[in-house]
């Protein structure tokens, strides 16, 4: 079935714009997840969801960035007034409901460069 | 606060020679470890994870509590096996996972 998917693929904005970046899960998956990737780096946790609900956001850097799911299904994050600091791949993922091993299926990431 | 050291950015071995990538976690509970692997133009996918104690394409990670370690190893590399590899935790309760900064591993003809 199809996998994760994220759009758009790549991103370019001016500093101090708005951005909105897409995640659709695998279809049934009620667990989401959203990481930030800089360049040289690891994987860094933004957020989480079960369901609808966000259980840990511990990961959003400032109050600039904001996540939602709806339905259970896709989900948005939102980053304003964006800083150069702000370019980086933006991964999602996504986990079978829990008992399911745990897994996580990722997306192929928005690439995001602010200028 | 939970940490993951994989210690070597860049590892290149030639082609049937053993293969070790290293990862060392800070974290005083019971972890849950994984290996989670990205070829070349693909996404990132799980390679394994120490509850499974599976070999999957060749590929052990044994998971040792007393040195805080989950090494990747691998007998006898082969050219597909080049990849960046990074390794995973997940603590008690908590769902996230907190990665290491990833090993490019290359394998020479």
């Known amino acids: 079935g199809a996998g994760v998917s994220q759009s758009p693929s790549n991103k370019v904005t001016e500093k101090g714009k708005d951005v909105e970046l897409r995640c659709d899960p695998i279809?049934?998956?009620?667990?989401l997840y959203w990481y930030r990737q800089r360049l040289g780096q690891g994987l860094e946790f933004l957020i989480y969801f079960q369901g609808n609900s966000a259980p840990d956001k511990s990961g959003l850097p400032s109050d600039r960035f904001s996540a939602e799911r709806t339905g259970e299904s896709v989900s948005t994050l939102t980053i304003q007034r964006t800083q150069q600091e702000d370019s980086a791949v933006y991964l999602c993922a996504s986990t079978q409901p829990l008992g399911g091993g745990h897994e996580q299926y990722f997306g192929p990431g928005t690439r995001l460069t602010v200028t | 606060a939970q940490r993951v050291t994989q210690p070597e950015k860049l590892l290149s071995v030639f082609k049937g020679a053993p293969v070790e990538l290293k990862c060392n976690y800070s974290?005083?509970?019971?972890?849950?470890l994984f290996w989670y692997v990205q070829y070349s133009r693909q996404r990132l996918q799980l390679l394994l994870r120490?509850?499974s104690r599976e070999s999957i394409k060749g590929f052990t990670a044994d998971l040792n509590k007393g040195e805080t370690s989950f090494h990747l190893k691998k007998p006898f590399a082969q050219e597909e096996d080049s990849a960046m590899y990074y390794c995973a935790l997940r603590t008690q309760g908590a769902q996230k996972l907190v990665f290491g900064q990833g090993t490019r591993l290359t394998i020479n003809p």
């Open positions: 974290y005083s509970g019971s972890p849950e």
């Open positions: 120490h509850i």
């Open positions: 279809s049934g998956h009620t667990a």
